[in-house]
């Protein structure tokens, strides 16, 4: 086990002898310890977090875009057969469009 020594502040005391008392705590060594390691607990699962807010990000704006090409689709109504759609004109500035907005289909 690594020794160190550290000032605290005296706000920081008051906080770590009130957690002493909830927790039934004897020692100020163990109880800096356990804050130590709530908090890099709560760091990996705010990291998590993050993660998941990113991907929650991307479906909504997967969302927005098949919303957003549905809307174009039956606004159009034009269906034409047999045709490229890497050659459709509107298409392909509807896709621009999409792209220029910056959504995060495209990643």
């Not at 689709?73 to 896709?95: A, Q």
């Amino acid at each position: 086990m690594a020794r160190g020594s550290v000032n605290i502040d005296d706000y920081l005391e008051d906080k770590i002898k009130s957690y002493m008392k909830l927790n039934k705590i004897t020692t100020k060594n163990k109880a800096i310890n356990e804050i130590i390691k709530t908090f890099f607990e709560y760091e990996k699962i705010f990291y998590n977090i993050s993660n998941i807010d990113n991907k929650l990000e991307k479906i909504l704006s997967t969302v927005f875009l098949i919303k957003s090409l549905e809307e174009q689709t039956f606004s159009n109504l034009g269906f034409r057969e047999n045709i490229d759609p890497k050659d459709d004109k509107y298409l392909n500035s509807f896709y621009d469009n999409i792209k220029k907005n910056k959504f995060k289909m495209w990643d």
